[in-house]
Every structure is written in C-alpha cells, then in structure tokens.
C-alpha cells in the first residue's frame, strides 16, 4: 500500500483523493459496504456491492471480508431516500395529508436531488474529475 504514495512507482502524493492507485481503490470499496445507503437516484450497483462485509486498514495492508451483504436500509428505498420518508410519513400521519406529502417528497425533495446531482456533475466536468 505504501507504494500508493510514491511517484517511482506511479503513486501521487499530492493527489490523494483522485489519484489511480490500490490505496483510492480500497478506499472506494468501503462505499460497497454501504450501497444501500446511497440515496442516489442514479445510482448503479457495481461488481463488488452486496459482497463485501469488511474492510480494514492497518498500516501498509487492508483486510478484505468477503460474504452476503444485503441487509435493507431503513431510510433508503431503491436508492431514493425521499420514497423512503414519504411512506414513513403516510404510516405516521395517515393518508389526511397525502397530497401534502406527495408533493413535498415525490416533487420537492426530487428536484432538489435532481438540481445537486447536475451542479455536482458541473463541478466534475469543472475540475476534469470523473
């Protein structure tokens, strides 16, 4: 792992969060752990989500549990938080309010996570960091 942040051997120890090395990868992984959570509509599940369960770092090593990881979230459904608290909110109110709630989760919270998902694409094509 130390060689992540050497140049000789293609590390960049001035880049540490977008550089291409074993380090950032493993460092990616531990998103893998938590797919579930993601509250991104446009998220896709890669190679590597639902099967892992572990990762440990340790100086100049990471430990790499493999296993079943498919445990649900409870605030996140099919990547979208704002389904997630609009069903909690009809279980807890009832359906008196339902327009209500509709329109403030199923519209509202959807156009602000459409309006972050592009300023944080412009920020990417900004910066040249994909």
Request: overall charge positive; cysteine-free.
């Amino acid at each position: 792992m130390q060689t992540s942040y050497i140049h000789f051997f293609h590390g960049n120890p001035f880049d540490l969060k977008y550089a291409n090395t074993h380090m950032n990868f493993f460092k990616h992984l531990t998103d893998s752990l938590n797919y579930q959570e993601i509250a991104n509509p446009f998220y896709v599940k890669k190679k590597y989500d639902s099967k892992i369960t572990n990762v440990s770092f340790y100086h100049n090593l990471v430990v790499i549990q493999k296993g079943v990881n498919n445990k649900e979230s409870n605030l996140v459904l099919n990547h979208s938080y704002e389904n997630q608290r609009y069903l909690t909110r009809l279980s807890q109110k009832g359906s008196k309010n339902k327009l209500k709630y509709y329109i403030k989760y199923k519209i509202f919270y959807r156009l602000y996570t459409l309006l972050l998902f592009f300023v944080n694409l412009v920020k990417k094509i900004i910066l040249l960091r994909f």
